[in-house]
């Protein structure tokens, strides 16, 4: 490689770590934040998992170092950073808590979706209240009823992560068509935390401190016309609120990069498993058995490899991460679109990082023995937050590498992109 192609690699890589907003804190300084937390985050971990939900305590930490205005618009006090500088942050935070890595980055992303709205819709959420979180369900899963001014929604949106520290909720709905005989229409709209209630039903296995319970709307709800964002305006690159946000990164499809937010805990707690790993290993010593007694486990070549092979793989899932998040910036960057194939081509690199990252904390899991299972050891947790993000459909390999199969084979793609 020349060295002039490794300087445009450097270049696009930078792109999305580089705030464009005057006094914006470094991304240096907010990673280094992050890392701060990591030690209570795992400390808290199994308090997180009993609670189900990302305390109040520390969403006001996130939210004192500046982690929710990463990619919020600048207008609101925001630092517009990029989906490179979002998977720095959220894999530093996923080595401390899975679960209270995945709330902060549903807290990131929903401020840059909000950006993508017209602009009304962002003043009501942000004008009284700039430090306002959103959760969000995002499957159109009811249809909106046409009214003066705007629509009428009622039902029940479930997964929508962190919504006990959220005061308004992104949610997926079906709009009429526009003519007849067309199909129906689907897109996101914002409502306020007054107009829906909280159905507490996240009782599961996995990721039990995302607190995504479901969102209820029980009686026809009315959503100005401004508070609309279809998902075709998502996905062009041009949706409503690039009139007002000109930064590049509001051009991104919303499915080029936003996948990342959800691989990028998985990919912080694989290496906070490796971390784990580590420290077990150094300090156990055998107690008989097939391996005899008294010896320490890190002196096991088996061990040993399982760890080099975890690394490798987390190595892997974050430069597939970085190189196809960084090539997005920068294409928009030059003022240019995100083709079909470059944006399965993402989508795959998403679901194969988690592929990755999921197969390095199964291998580290299985070597650890008995002394892991207990509910107090983090690496148990770590293990069943990892399998249950990998069965997130955006990451899922068997759904989207069929997507990927079908492109390369000239084939209709059928999947999300």
């Known amino acids: ?35 701060q937390l990591v030690p209570l985050l795992r400390e808290q971990g199994q308090q997180t998992e009993i609670n189900r939900r990302l305390s109040e305590e520390m969403s006001r930490r996130f939210e004192e ?32 808590c899975a679960s209270s890595a995945w709330a902060a980055a549903l807290g990131v992303i929903h401020n840059w979706l909000l950006a993508l709205f017209p602009e009304q819709a962002q003043d009501d959420v942000w004008g009284p209240t700039p430090n306002a979180l959103m959760c969000g369900s995002y499957a159109p899963v009811t249809m909106a009823e046409p009214t003066e001014g705007g629509w009428l929604i009622q039902g029940k949106w479930k997964f929508a992560s962190n919504v006990d520290n959220s005061q308004w909720a ?24 007054r107009e829906w209630t909280i159905e507490d039903d996240w009782f599961v296995a996995g990721q039990a401190g995302t607190g995504s319970k479901t969102v209820v709307i029980g009686k026809p709800s009315f959503v100005p016309a401004h508070r609309r964002l279809l998902f075709p305006e998502a ?84 430069l597939v991460l970085d190189r196809d998040t960084s090539e997005v910036e920068h294409t928009v960057s030059a003022g240019n679109a995100i083709s079909v194939d470059k944006r399965i081509r993402n989508r795959r690199g998403h679901a194969y990082s988690a592929k990755l990252c999921h197969g390095a904390i199964q291998d580290l899991f299985t070597t650890v023995g008995a002394s892991g299972l207990t509910l107090d050891q983090p690496i148990q947790r770590i293990w069943r937050d990892g399998n249950m993000i990998a069965q997130h459909i955006t990451l899922n390999w068997d759904a989207v590498s069929t997507m990927a199969g079908q492109q390369m084979l000239g084939l209709e793609p059928k999947g999300a992109y």
């Open 1 to 35: 490689m020349s060295s002039n192609n490794t300087s445009q690699i450097a270049a696009a890589s930078a792109l999305g770590r580089l705030s464009p907003v005057a006094n914006a804190p470094s991304l240096e300084s907010i990673v280094a934040a992050a890392t």
């Open 65 to 96: 170092a500046g982690f929710y205005r990463l990619m919020q618009p600048a207008r609101y006090g925001g630092y517009e950073y990029g989906f490179t500088a979002m998977m720095d942050l959220i894999s530093e935070i996923g080595r401390g």
């Open 170 to 193: 992104v949610l997926g709905v079906q709009f009429p068509p526009a003519e007849k005989g067309a199909p129906p229409g689907a897109g996101f709209v914002v409502v306020p935390r």
């Open 235 to 318: 996905a062009s690159g041009k949706a409503p609120g690039t009139a007002v946000n000109t930064n590049p990164v509001y051009t991104i499809p919303f499915l080029a990069a936003m996948p990342v937010c959800l691989a990028s805990p998985l990919l912080g707690a694989a290496q906070g498993a490796i971390d784990v790993f580590v420290d077990m290993c150094g300090s156990r010593v055998t107690r008989g058995g097939a391996g005899g007694g008294g010896n320490r486990l890190s002196g096991f070549s088996h061990v040993q490899s399982r760890l080099a092979g975890a690394a490798a793989a987390v190595d892997a899932a974050r």
